[in-house]
């Protein structure tokens, strides 16, 4: 027996259940599922024309694929815009999801299995940053999910998971620093100064050409960063896609121009050069940076710290657009760090600025 409306129809199955069953938009026939009496099918078949009229309905068979399949497809969708490290990274924590949700479907991931999932990986050994890398390529991919049409909210619904809940990393300070470059070779302190004088990250610091600086205003340009690839080297634009251009710091400042003037070169080739002539590689820089650091006995110090030095320095005197632009940094939030750093003087600046402004107003002298 079957019983039709404008929509879908229900029919009585030979086991005497009813089933429910109607077109989409495209003219496609689905099952809205098997249920013990017209009633509830009829029910079930009005929900899903209300979510059609009002553009909220999900495919079912949308979301049957199952999570390993689809996130290799999302990955693939991201991988034309982002930087390899990105790519390897999200590749790692891959091994934190699959094997909760490897071979669950899109559309059976719930919250509640998301939740558990972190409460797992909050008792594991894993650290709060690759818990958060985790999360974040998970509900990366899931709000994928949700513009292609598989599902129709996202399950990632954890408060707090996006923050970063590592402990802060130990300051290190300028005069530690020039501790780490004295235990350096001599020829690659001024690279290091550089580093640190113009706040680039390694692969901006290894992909600066020649004419990317101007000695006569102490100036570097960053339009691009080194990164390793099949091939070898590959320069590619800076981790914002933007370019800068920053006054390099003193001492950095000095020693460079001394650097370049010793150096002629073709302003499209590198600027920092290796033992075979090349441009100089990251591994070659780790390597010098991880002796020193041991030598200098501060082998806590990451080179990840060095741009947080540098931009620690200027804080003091700038404002958080100025240190955005000095940076690279394409939101506040990553500039406010040096703020929230640099607040420990606060009681110089106050001094300073008071004594000004009582000498100005004439008042207090």
Known sequence: MTRRSHFGAVRRL??????????????????????????????????????????????????????????????????ANLQPTTMSGYRSSLKHLL??????RIKNITPLLVEKWWAQMTKSAAGPQVRRAAYVLLSGSMRAAVRWGMILNSPCKIEGAFKDGSRPRP?????????????????????????????????????????????????????????????????????TGTSRTVEVLEPALGMLRAYVAARPAHPKAPLFIGGLGTRISRSVLRAVWNRARVVAGLDWAHMHDVRHTGLTLVAAFASV??????GGHSSSAAAMRYQHAARSRDSVVAKAAGAELASLVGVGT
């Open 14 to 79: 030979p086991s005497g259940k009813w089933q429910a069953r109607y077109f989409d938009a495209s003219g496609r026939r689905h099952t809205a599922g098997t249920f013990g009496s017209e009633h509830d099918a009829r029910r079930e078949l009005a929900r899903v024309e209300v979510g059609i009229d009002r553009g909220d309905w999900i495919d079912p068979e949308a979301g049957n694929v199952n999570f390993e399949k689809f996130v290799a497809d999302y990955l693939e969708t991201r991988s």
């Open 99 to 104: 094997p909760t949700f490897g071979q669950v």
């Open 171 to 239: 300051h290190l300070s300028a005069e530690q620093y020039a501790v780490i470059v004295g235990s350096m070779p001599e020829h690659y302190r001024v690279i290091f100064w550089t580093m640190l004088g113009a706040h680039l990250r390694l692969g901006e610091l290894v992909g600066l050409n020649a004419g990317d600086f101007d000695p006569k205003v102490g100036t570097i340009t960053v339009e691009r960063q080194a990164t390793p690839g099949d091939g070898g080297v590959e320069l590619r634009a800076t981790k």
């Open 321 to 326: 657009a100025e240190t955005m632009a000095r």
